[in-house]
């Protein structure tokens, strides 16, 4: 089985995502966009041409041979033969990616979606598409990143050993040279800063960007974030939204973490005992490694979910995700 995937977005994660997978076997890249074009290649789009196109001309429109400049890129590159896309989007306004689903829904493709969201709110907009997916024909999985995401899923292991959950702290460290790499990563991270909600921070100039980390070192601290690992959690019933906290330092000028990724999960045991699991990601793994591992992860599990006829929304704290080799 080789899978035919695209990539909607070619920022930080985009790029590295189209990376990672040309290393992998089950999976090929066939298409990918971003705000001013996209480039399709049946037969499989070379990852290094793909984003020099996009770093030197500033879009992948510009790639030659498979490149098309426009102003409808995602739908353009809405592909029947495509299995399954990677939304690797900005969610700037807070409601695009929902809007992006239903443009899915609405072009009557089908197939695998995959998203990386973060923020509660966006994660509910999806659930509350569920129904239209499954009519539509199309397997979404949400939250399917590190955090939501990998650490979300580890958590749902965690839960296991434990007759209830008490609480679940999720806690990162990003490091990475330039905000420039992840611009909308780093604008949604603003967005959650106590004064700064998303439609301030889409607003921002770079100069004002820029200006705040001149002001904090560079460094974004943030704590209590609205983070989708709490429904996705309380949704399969491992416990109350209330006992999942999400916090976390990015540190933009340094590609070395300020702290290490961690879940720590505190429960009961049926015995009676209370004690705490924890998953620690290694401080080599960067950002990129721990968003579209996962991503593709899922978009594999989702594609096995699709075959069977079982479509609709699931997060990654319900499934499993599969290797990509
Ligand atoms: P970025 O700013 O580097 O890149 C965004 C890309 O999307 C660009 O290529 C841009 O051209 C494209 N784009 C924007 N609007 C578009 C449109 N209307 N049509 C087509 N293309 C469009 O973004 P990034 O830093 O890579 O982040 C992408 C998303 O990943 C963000 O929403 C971020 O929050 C999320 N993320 C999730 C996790 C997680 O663990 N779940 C971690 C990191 C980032």
Redesign the pocket.
Known sequence: MRLKVGI???????Q?AAKLLSTKQEMQLVVA????GFAYNADGLNALEAIAA?QEHG?LGHLKNFGKLSQN??AEAIAPDVDGYFL?????PNT??ASVAKQFIASGWQGVLVD???RTSAVEQMIALSSELETAGITYMS????????LTAAAAIAAQSFAEVHKVEITFG?GIANWN?????????IAHMSGYNVDLAQAMSDAEVEALLEKTNGLICLENMEHADDIMLERVGICDRDRVTVGGVVDTRNPKKPLSTNMKLTGRTFEGKTSTHTFTLGDETS?AA??CGPAFGYLKAGKQFHQRGIYGLMTAAEVMPAFVR
């Open positions: 909607l977005g070619f920022g930080g994660l985009g590295a966009a971003d705000k001013e996009y879009s890129s995602i690797a989007l900005p969610n700037l695009f990616m990386a969201i973060k939250g399917c990143g590190a955090t939501p995401g990998l990003v790499a992840y611009r909308a990563t780093i604008r949604e991270d950002m721990n968003v």
